[in-house]
């Protein structure tokens, strides 16, 4: 066991002011886990951070921070175009990775960094964790047992709407406060898919096993976004809509787009010719688990392990698991359900989502991952 683990954070933006640096600063993990460098290319930022969360070492260069050596794992919350190629010099340095979702934009990326991980004896943890949460893992075990018999098809999805432009941290004065969005909406990885369509397609796949082939219709339907009185380029398509196959005719809608929503759906639906599992509940009735009561009272983060306490109430306490997950992996030799292989599967699905609308063609998926049994 390693006593602990010392962790710099990579990017100092919304998800890290929010959550990951709030949620680290507590007392209850030092003896875990503790922050030893930040870093972020806008001048200033980082050190502001290190400031207002106690983190000894700020760099605006990610590679002075892995040059100080200061750091056994980086958890990465830079935007997503940059997270295969600081996911690979952290690797090269050898140094352990928690990834923000998406880990990469495409799955040659994401195979290149499962491949170097291993090759170098390192740890990869990639978010979104979905399968941690016991709601999941028991609505797996309900299908498994046959309580929607033959299953149909399942949907799930998000959109953009303006839920980026209204973060708290866009709108101050302060440079930890006044943090510009315009990444979300351009090439490479931006799009509503790879941030947040990704939960509800984690937590589907997990639930139902690899998809098979995928077919899709994309594009971009909002051309410019205004904030703060600038206006927004946008390149990145965002208005997918995805046909998943995962076999013997049981199929899958997905979707990212640029506003709306099925109205009920949540994280994911799931129809069988015995009823359905929707929000969380079969035909209707809540589903029981050890911990539903739990959070119930306090909330669906409340069942995941390391969140207690004060955790409660800081923002993208799911983030902080992830990240828990790498520390226990690194200190234990705890693997993880966060793995970077269910990660290069969901990859794969949007990456072969817009390969699919822009040749009309249906692509078939080679990559799979360890489901639960």
């Excluded at 009735?285 to 009561?293: K, L």
């Excluded at 009309?360 to 799979?368: K, N, V």
Aim: proline share 5%.
């Amino acid at each position: 066991m390693n006593d602990i683990v010392r962790i710099g954070v990579v990017g100092a933006g919304s998800i890290s002011v929010r959550g990951i640096m709030p949620h680290l600063e507590q007392d209850d993990v030092h003896d875990r886990v503790q922050m030893t460098a930040v870093c972020d290319p806008v001048p200033g930022r980082a050190e502001a951070a290190a400031e207002r969360f106690n983190i000894p070492r700020a760099f605006e260069s990610y590679e002075d921070l892995l040059d100080s050596k200061s750091v056994d794992a980086v958890t990465i919350a830079s935007p997503i175009g940059l997270h295969y190629e600081q996911g690979k010099m952290a690797i090269d340095a050898g140094v352990h990775v928690h990834f923000n979702k998406s880990m990469t934009t495409t799955v040659e990326e994401a195979d290149d960094l499962i491949k170097s991980a291993q090759q170098h004896g390192l740890k990869l943890v990639a978010s979104p964790g979905e399968m941690l949460r016991p709601l999941n893992r028991r609505i797996r075990e309900l299908i498994l047992e046959g309580a929607l018999g033959k299953l149909a098809w399942a949907v799930t999805g998000a959109a953009f709407g303006r839920y980026h432009e209204q973060e708290s941290v866009r709108w101050g004065e302060d440079i930890l406060s006044n943090i510009n969005p315009a990444w979300y909406f351009r090439r490479p990885g931006g799009g509503p898919l790879y941030d947040m369509t990704v939960y509800g397609l984690h937590a589907l796949t997990g639930v139902l096993g690899p998809v098979q082939r995928v077919t899709a219709f994309s594009g971009v339907r909002i051309k410019e976004r205004e904030f703060r009185g600038e206006m927004l380029p946008c390149d990145m398509d965002d208005n997918t809509l995805l046909t998943l196959d995962f076999g013997q005719s049981l199929f899958g809608f997905v979707y990212g787009t640029a506003a709306g929503g099925l109205p009920d759906i949540g994280r994911f639906a799931i129809f069988g010719l015995n009823g359905s599992i929707r929000l969380g509940k079969l035909n209707g009735q809540p589903i029981d688990y050890p911990e539903s009561q739990l959070e119930a009272e306090i909330g669906g983060n409340a069942s995941l392990p390391h969140v207690v306490d004060a955790h409660y109430q800081i923002q993208e306490a799911h983030v902080y698991e992830d990240i828990m997950q790498l520390v226990d992996w690194i200190r234990l030799g705890k693997p993880t359900l966060a793995s970077a292989e269910h990660a290069r599967h969901v990859i794969e699905i949007f990456d072969a989502g817009y390969r699919s609308a822009e040749t009309g063609i249906a692509q078939d998926l080679r990559t799979t991952f360890e489901t639960i049994q």
